[in-house]
């Protein structure tokens, strides 16, 4: 499959007859090695580093230099999907000036766009970014960096004001030049009409179906993330249950004995063996 490319995203519409878009995270290279396989559309370098990799309670503590490494080590894997940048919390608050510059270190660390969270107050910063020639996503509804604001985690866009609004902003994102939006955490009626209001492709997550795509985070489809699921994820896998597996049997092989066997060691040639007297006697 040929990289894919912003323009091919921009133009994927379902109601235009496209095929859902599939965006999922990633954040190293074997990672991303993995959703290359799997023939997905888009990997973003989300900043769910912070949780899901990285240990932290929330988004807040990564910093643009943490996505730049993350950026950077999928980048090497070379994946086909179009790699987007996540741009962390204060990256984008301060002045234009460093919210360019911020995304441009996304796009040396091998993204082709980048992904902003916030509605219309985002709409300068979108509009220096684009006319650095970076494309951007937006991203509306429940947005991670706001949790301390939004009191948490919180669905949003639960009443009819609020849906209007979010519609509002969107139509916001669209005019300042995004390409798509991530939609998270609203009621699956408000996706839709999200969806319905914009011509550019709206990527939902816990945004139900009537969207042009959906992205889940990495570690909660393999079942990495085994703590805690929302109600929008599905886990595809188990692997925190088959990594557990595979390593308690090593640690019984290793204490056992059983591990290394004959064929995972660098034999002696018997030349060696000889000139270090392993023949007959042992050396001293
Ligand atoms: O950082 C992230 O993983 C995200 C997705 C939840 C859309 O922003």
Same mark, same amino acid.
């Given at each position: 499959?040929? &990289?894919?490319?912003?323009?091919? @995203?921009?133009?994927?519409?379902?109601?235009?007859?496209?095929?859902?878009?599939?965006?999922?995270?990633?954040?190293? %290279?074997?990672? %991303?090695? *993995?959703?290359?396989?799997?023939? *997905?559309?888009?990997?973003?370098?989300?900043?769910?580093?912070?949780?899901?990799?990285? !240990?932290?309670?929330?988004?807040?503590?990564?910093?643009?230099?943490?996505?730049?490494?993350?950026?950077?080590?999928?980048?090497?894997?070379?994946?086909?999907?179009?790699? =987007?940048?996540?741009?962390?919390?204060?990256?984008?608050?301060?002045? +234009?000036?460093?919210?360019?510059?911020?995304?441009?270190?996304?796009?040396?660390?091998?993204?082709?766009?980048?992904?902003?969270?916030?509605?219309?107050?985002? =709409?300068?910063?979108?509009?220096?970014?684009?006319?650095?020639?970076?494309?951007?996503? !937006?991203?509306?509804?429940?947005?991670?960096?706001?949790?301390?604001?939004?009191?948490?985690? &919180?669905?949003?866009?639960?009443?009819?004001?609020? *849906?209007? /609004?979010?519609?509002?902003?969107?139509?916001?994102?669209?005019?300042?030049?995004?390409? %798509? =939006?991530? +939609?998270?955490?609203?009621?699956? *009626?408000? !996706?839709?009409?999200?969806?319905?209001?914009?011509? @550019?492709?709206? @990527?939902?997550?816990?945004?139900?179906?009537? +969207?042009?795509?959906?992205?889940?985070?990495?570690?909660? =489809?393999?079942?990495?993330?085994?703590?805690?699921?929302?109600?929008?994820?599905?886990?595809?896998?188990?692997?925190?249950?088959?990594?557990?597996?595979?390593?308690?049997?090593?640690?019984?092989?290793? /204490?056992?004995?059983?591990?290394?066997?004959? %064929?995972?060691?660098?034999?002696?040639?018997?030349?060696?063996?000889?000139?270090?007297?392993?023949?007959?006697?042992?050396?001293?």
């Amino acid at each position: 499959m040929p &990289k894919v490319t912003v323009p091919q @995203i921009q133009a994927s519409k379902v109601r235009n007859g496209s095929e859902p878009l599939v965006m999922v995270t990633a954040y190293d %290279a074997p990672s %991303a090695r *993995v959703a290359h396989e799997a023939g *997905v559309d888009m990997i973003l370098v989300g900043d769910s580093v912070a949780m899901v990799a990285l !240990g932290y309670d929330d988004t807040l503590q990564v910093t643009v230099d943490d996505m730049v490494h993350h950026t950077a080590a999928v980048a090497r894997a070379n994946p086909d999907a179009l790699i =987007i940048g996540d741009m962390p919390w204060m990256s984008f608050h301060v002045s +234009v000036e460093e919210t360019v510059k911020n995304a441009a270190r996304l796009i040396r660390a091998g993204a082709q766009c980048i992904k902003m969270e916030g509605g219309r107050k985002r =709409i300068k910063m979108i509009e220096a970014i684009r006319a650095a020639e970076i494309p951007v996503i !937006g991203h509306v509804g429940l947005t991670p960096q706001s949790a301390n604001v939004m009191g948490g985690f &919180k669905i949003q866009a639960r009443d009819a004001h609020d *849906v209007r /609004r979010t519609i509002a902003a969107a139509k916001g994102l669209q005019a300042a030049g995004c390409f %798509a =939006i991530v +939609v998270e955490g609203v009621p699956d *009626v408000a !996706g839709k009409l999200i969806a319905d209001a914009v011509e @550019i492709p709206i @990527i939902g997550i816990g945004a139900g179906a009537d +969207v042009d795509g959906q992205v889940l985070v990495y570690h909660d =489809i393999i079942g990495l993330e085994n703590r805690f699921k929302p109600r929008f994820v599905r886990r595809y896998g188990t692997a925190f249950e088959d990594q557990v597996e595979s390593l308690t049997a090593y640690t019984s092989d290793v /204490r056992s004995g059983a591990f290394p066997a004959d %064929a995972e060691m660098y034999k002696a040639t018997d030349e060696l063996s000889e000139a270090l007297g392993l023949y007959g006697s042992q050396p001293t």
